[in-house]
């Protein structure tokens, strides 16, 4: 492994001392050598700063900071992906865990044997409070996947098939743009996208990382307040200015981001309404939605 690419592991913290023994546990029991792991504390007031002290004195690949000021979730993210210096980057989120010794090596050799793979991910599995097993997640098939495609089918399901942060590896020279901080619940999907619109998504079928789910974590509280639904509609719309989306997309798509665009009486989601349905035209609308409805009772 002397030739190893250097992956830097980056753990953002805040507030994150429930969860995070077993985070860092997962992170220390790897068995690739080359790491940096960074961590950055974004003004914790729970015990966190002394587990990240008691952790960092035990093991010499762990360099950790507290912001001199609270950044928030996005740039706290993007402060720790500015200060990596590894070839590949891995984030693993401190309510999260990797499942495996050999996640981080799996993945890096599989970017360093395919350099047209830009984004590495894995089937997870979602765990809650106590570690226990809600459900384990595998959307696409082993091997290499067009990263447009992958795009493209993300777009006709509405949602994010990939996974979270915690979930994937991907090559850091492609990732120069960071996290977009309009976004706030789908920011990583529309990161991903990114990534995939310059190279291929690469996919290992075993289980490598856990997302934890609980009624503490940023994702319940940006689904109460509508975060993901406004999002993924802005999202789309986006993409779907795009001349290589605009050409592959299918009625299916429109049908869907229509039906979305009705959750919300926004100006912006009313006017993307009325455009997707001059483009949709009522007669497939309602063709579509015949079809949903039938899909959905065969269920």
Not at 120 to 127: E, G, H, L, Y
Not at 177 to 201: A, T
Not at 242 to 252: A, F, I
């Amino acid at each position: 492994m002397a030739n190893a690419s250097l992956v830097s592991i980056l753990v953002p913290v805040y507030n994150g001392e429930r969860f995070l023994r077993e985070c860092l546990d997962s992170i220390l029991d790897q068995d690739y050598e080359p790491l940096e792991i960074l961590i950055a504390d974004d003004g914790s007031t729970d015990g966190s700063v002394a587990l990240l002290t008691d952790y960092a004195a035990r093991d010499a690949r762990i360099r950790w900071w507290r912001n001199p000021q609270n950044l928030g979730l996005v740039e706290n993210w993007n402060c720790l992906l500015q200060s990596a210096h590894g070839e590949y980057i891995k984030f693993v989120f401190q309510d999260d865990k990797l499942l495996s010794p050999s996640a981080v090596r799996m993945m890096a050799e599989t970017l360093d044997g395919q350099p047209g793979i830009i984004l590495v991910a894995s089937a997870s599995q979602v765990i809650d409070e106590h570690s226990s097993i809600l459900e384990t997640r595998d959307n696409f098939p082993a091997g290499v996947s067009n990263g447009r495609q992958v795009v493209m089918r993300c777009l006709k399901h509405c949602g994010n098939l990939i996974g979270e942060p915690t979930v994937v590896m991907f090559r850091q020279r492609q990732a120069t743009m960071g996290f977009n901080s309009q976004y706030r619940q789908i920011v990583d999907l529309e990161f991903f996208f990114q990534l995939l619109e310059q190279g291929d998504l690469g996919y290992v079928p075993k289980p490598l990382a856990a997302f934890r789910r609980h009624a503490d974590q940023a994702t319940v509280k940006n689904h109460r307040a509508s975060f993901a639904n406004q999002e993924q509609l802005l999202l789309m719309k986006k993409y779907l200015a795009k001349p290589w989306v605009s050409q592959q997309v299918k009625r299916e798509v429109r049908f869907h981001l229509l039906r979305g665009c009705r959750k919300s009486d926004a100006p912006e989601m009313l006017a993307l309404q009325a455009e997707t349905m001059r483009q949709l035209g009522r007669g497939w609308f309602w063709t579509c939605w015949l079809k949903h409805k039938i899909t959905n009772f065969l269920k």
